[in-house]
């Protein structure tokens, strides 16, 4: 069964989303033939409609206002609303980011439609599309069907792969204009609490710091190694906790979820909360003094050893290979 699929595309600081790419992927397996449209809301986003057909959409429909300049639930909503009123879709898929776990369940209770979040897998098989997602803060994985009517999707960054940008794909770009009214907020500042650099929930290489860092510049290590990696910090909530660095960095049930290429734990003991939250990184690299860590239960690499020590020496070693 083909179906006509819109995904939304995520600009932060002026660039797109890596996870916008991700989606537009996504709605080509859920659209099984059938079309994929882009939608670009802000203002003076237009700019951005190639990339998205460079990376597969069909169309892009562009909504563009002052009051869309930042985020809002209600601004968002009623540019998405009028959005799915032209198009008639029947799916839609959001990155599973601050924004998409916010607007898409809102939008899906006003449409009366489902919504399948958090998905990190999808597949064609026998003519339906297999939706996996993990539950049980990711100890299990279920695989969805969902039959017939609106569905409203959030995929989990660094997991579905973006198509390869192809510059020879066209497609139409035509901007839709919508009344925005009645914001009950208006954003007048964004202050960004965390230092610009690689996006924790979209870096491929994560190296993330526990109590066992100690301190606050005892992450400097741990910043050199990621730096030297193109990569992002991250901590657990115990460091957190010890005011070593900002909640901002948070990984775990109760923080980010993420999915690198490369994670390399320091100084964390691998509490099941903190699992849930990294464990299904593609390659772990555990350093910690204590053998015993719980850490090295979902580790491929365990270094036993001094995080001051060691970390320092990775760093040498890969700057070595960059050279
Ligand atoms: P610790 O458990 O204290 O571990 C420190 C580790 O560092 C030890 O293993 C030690 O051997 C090692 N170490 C010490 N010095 C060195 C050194 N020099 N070199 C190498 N290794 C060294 N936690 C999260 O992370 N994320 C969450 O989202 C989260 N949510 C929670 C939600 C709830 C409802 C609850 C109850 C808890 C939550 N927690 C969360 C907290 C979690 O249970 C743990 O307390 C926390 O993850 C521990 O952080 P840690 O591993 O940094 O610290």
Do not use: W
Request: glycine residues 10%.
């Amino acid at each position: 069964m083909t179906r006509k699929v819109i995904s939304l595309a995520e600009i932060r600081d002026g660039s797109l989303r890596n996870v916008s790419l991700e989606a537009i992927a996504a709605a080509k397996t859920i659209a099984q033939g059938g079309e994929v449209v882009a939608v670009l809301v802000g203002e003076n986003v237009q700019s951005h409609a190639n990339e998205l057909i460079a990376h597969g959409a069909d169309r892009v429909v562009v909504v563009e206002h002052a009051q869309l300049k930042a985020y809002t639930p209600d601004g968002y909503g009623q540019a998405l609303m009028a959005v799915v009123e032209a198009e008639k879709p029947e799916g839609i898929v959001f990155g599973h980011t601050a924004l998409g776990k916010d607007l898409s369940p809102k939008l899906a209770t006003k449409l009366n439609a489902g919504l399948v979040s958090d998905v990190v897998a999808i597949e064609e098989k026998d003519g339906e599309v297999l939706f996996t997602r993990p539950i049980y803060s990711g100890k299990a994985f279920e695989k969805k069907v969902v039959n017939g009517g609106l569905i409203f999707i959030t995929v989990r960054p660094n997991n579905i792969p973006a198509l390869s940008r192809d510059d020879a794909r066209t497609g139409e770009v035509t901007t839709l204009s919508v009344d925005i009214k009645d914001l009950r907020t208006i954003v007048k500042e964004i202050v960004r609490k965390t230092a610009e650099g690689v996006d924790l929930s979209e870096a491929k290489v994560i190296v993330a710091g526990g109590r066992g860092v100690k301190s606050e510049d005892g992450f400097k290590p741990l910043q050199e190694l990621a730096d030297v990696l193109g990569g992002a910090v991250g901590a657990s909530r115990g460091a957190c906790d010890a005011g070593y660095c900002d909640y901002s960095l948070q990984i775990g049930q109760t923080g980010k979820v993420v999915t690198p290429d490369l994670y390399i734990a320091c100084g964390i003991s691998g509490a099941i909360q903190h699992l849930a939250g990294m464990s299904n990184s593609k390659v772990i690299v555990a350093i910690n003094k204590d053998p015993e860590a719980n850490i090295f239960k979902v580790a491929d690499y365990g270094i036993v050893g001094d995080l001051f020590e060691v970390v320092p020496l990775l760093t040498e070693e890969f700057k070595k290979l960059k050279v």
